[in-house]
């Protein structure tokens, strides 16, 4: 079944605008849901909604409302949601174009695919792509995505355009509130090139089919377990961590060493060259 989009509408640069699509691209398929059974006849339980004073009422009968103080209510209809219009609920209108280091991956939210919407709409958003490529900054822009207003991140992708959304000022805290109680030391200066070279031996490129979720893993194999009626039992518990010396620590930790070690030079080779300095990484939001 193809994708249903999660938003459709115009995205415009200046005077040119085409239709766009816009596709989620994550999903959560693979993530193990349980239901909610009865303890005895393992029936699913139903979720009725209930009135504290009246008991159940139907589905018809429930309004939206806003509390404004405690136990009182402004209620608002569907209606009257749908008569506030603002111009990006159907328009993704480019504002500014910015350096990707100037946004703090704080900001980074949900990724999604945008794709032009209809074959008479795809010169113009090759053009609005290419042009995008050319500057070599992300577009920002706003969109109403489930009845909210969101600040959109734009960057070409291939033949598409990749969009994150961004989050607001208001939604991200202040990282000094949790940081300043964090005491200011001087560690010593031998502790830190130890754990350098200990990062350095654990180096290595990123590839994200060597990392799944272990625990979705073993919640798999219990529940295969107790469909064939096998009695499952509590693992050992691990062990609490040992108090021992840093120093200590940091030499054992250099010894294991990490990943694939460097190959010893050998007797009369020439000196290896310095690898060349490396960039800094690009910021990666998914």
């Known amino acids: 079944m193809a994708a249903r989009p999660t938003w459709q509408g115009y995205l415009r640069l200046s005077l040119v605008s085409c ?21 005895t006849t393992h029936n699913r339980i139903k979720m009725i909604p209930t009135d504290p004073e009246t008991g159940p009422v139907e589905r018809s009968e429930i309004v ?17 949601i749908k008569n506030v219009r603002l111009e990006t609920t159907r328009t993704l209108d480019i504002e500014r174009f910015v350096d990707e280091e100037d946004i703090d991956r704080l900001y980074w939210n ?5 794709v032009p919407d209809g074959d008479m709409a795809v010169e113009a958003f090759t053009v609005i792509r290419e ?7 992300v577009a920002l822009g706003r969109l109403v995505m489930h009845q909210r207003e969101r600040l959109m991140a734009l960057e070409p992708r291939g033949k598409g355009i990749l969009a994150y959304s961004l989050r607001t000022k208001g939604e991200v805290k202040d990282a000094a509130e949790v940081f300043d109680r964090i005491p200011d030391i001087k560690p010593n200066p031998q502790m830190i090139e130890i ?11 990123f590839d994200p089919s060597q990392f799944n979720d272990r625990y ?41 060493g990490g990943g694939e070690r460097r190959k010893p030079a050998r007797e009369g080779a020439a000196p290896a060259k310095k690898p060349a300095a490396r960039k800094p990484a690009a910021k990666k939001r998914a």
């Open 19 to 39: 239709p766009v699509a816009l596709y989620t691209a994550t999903a959560r398929t693979g993530e193990v849901h349980f239901n909610m059974l009865h303890g």
């Open 64 to 80: 939206k409302g806003y509390e404004i103080e405690k136990g009182r209510y402004v209620v608002i209809t569907d209606d009257e």
């Open 110 to 114: 949900d990724p999604y695919f945008l």
């Open 131 to 137: 042009a995008m490529t050319k500057a070599g900054q």
């Open 195 to 205: 754990a350098a070279k200990i990062i350095e031996q654990q180096e290595g490129p």
């Open 216 to 256: 979705e893993d073993a919640l798999r194999a219990l529940i295969k377990e107790k469909e064939k009626g096998s009695t499952v039992t509590a693992p050992a518990e691990p062990k609490e961590a040992e108090v021992i010396d840093l120093m200590e620590a940091l030499r054992r930790s250099l010894g294991q």
